[in-house]
């Protein structure tokens, strides 16, 4: 997101539509592999070397945007209960995966925290949020006061989408937007993005307007 100012929020992304995410992929692409000895310096990579896939979805309204994000974080926790279970009861209890798959079949959320705390005495509530979560990326502006809701929110830019104001934008509104944007830090959070206050906090994420820079300390 620092290479790319117009990018407000990613979660864990016709012809210009191709090339913005192929841009992106590839930047992603080329970051992951010259980071990966920052955090892994004892496992050099080796071919096959890593690769990724992109592809761009124009939803119609932020609503549809936020319903979509919920959905992949409710992903996030289904697979990640599920992988968790797995593992442990393959490194753990010694069955083979054809074993462990075969057990968690039709299994409820429920009773996979049930195996976990009863035979491996894990509360799965005290797992690291990162792996719960996910992890959400967005340029971090002033906190909103909490009592501009959601609601309001999702009624701004609808007032905007319908009156064309998000359309019209004079190029130099729309570059003293984007220099407000490249100054925004950029935050990495494992929070809960499915309820209205992490939203209502951050009414610039779906109002596609950059919020206030922080005032230095």
Not at 130 to 156: H, M, N
Not at 186 to 197: E, G, Q, S, T
Request: net charge neutral; with cysteine.
């Amino acid at each position: 997101m620092n290479e790319f100012p117009d990018v407000v929020i990613a979660y864990g992304v016709s012809d210009e539509y191709s090339k913005l995410v192929t841009t992106v992929v590839s930047t992603f692409t080329s970051y992951y592999v010259h980071l990966w000895p920052s955090f892994f310096p004892g496992n050099p990579l080796s071919p096959p070397l890593p690769s990724f896939d992109g592809r761009a979805v124009q939803y119609p309204s932020t609503q549809n945007l936020r319903d979509y994000m919920s959905w992949r974080q409710v992903d996030c926790h289904i697979n990640n209960l599920y992988n968790t279970v797995f593992w442990a009861l393959v490194q753990q209890g010694g069955l083979s995966a054809k074993e462990a798959e075969k057990e968690l079949m039709g299994s409820f959320a429920s009773d996979k925290n049930e195996i976990l705390f009863s035979r491996f005495k894990v509360n799965y509530n005290n797992e690291p949020e990162i792996f719960k979560k996910g992890s959400v990326v967005f340029r971090d502006y002033e906190l909103a006061s909490p009592a501009l809701t959601s609601t309001q929110v999702k009624g701004e830019a609808n007032d905007d989408q319908e009156t064309g104001l998000m359309a019209e934008k004079s190029k130099s509104q729309e570059e003293k937007e984007k220099k407000r944007r490249a100054k925004a830090r950029l935050a990495v959070h494992h929070v809960d993005i499915i309820r209205d206050d992490f939203w209502d906090l951050r009414p610039w994420l779906l109002s596609n307007k950059p919020g206030k820079i922080p005032k230095e300390p």
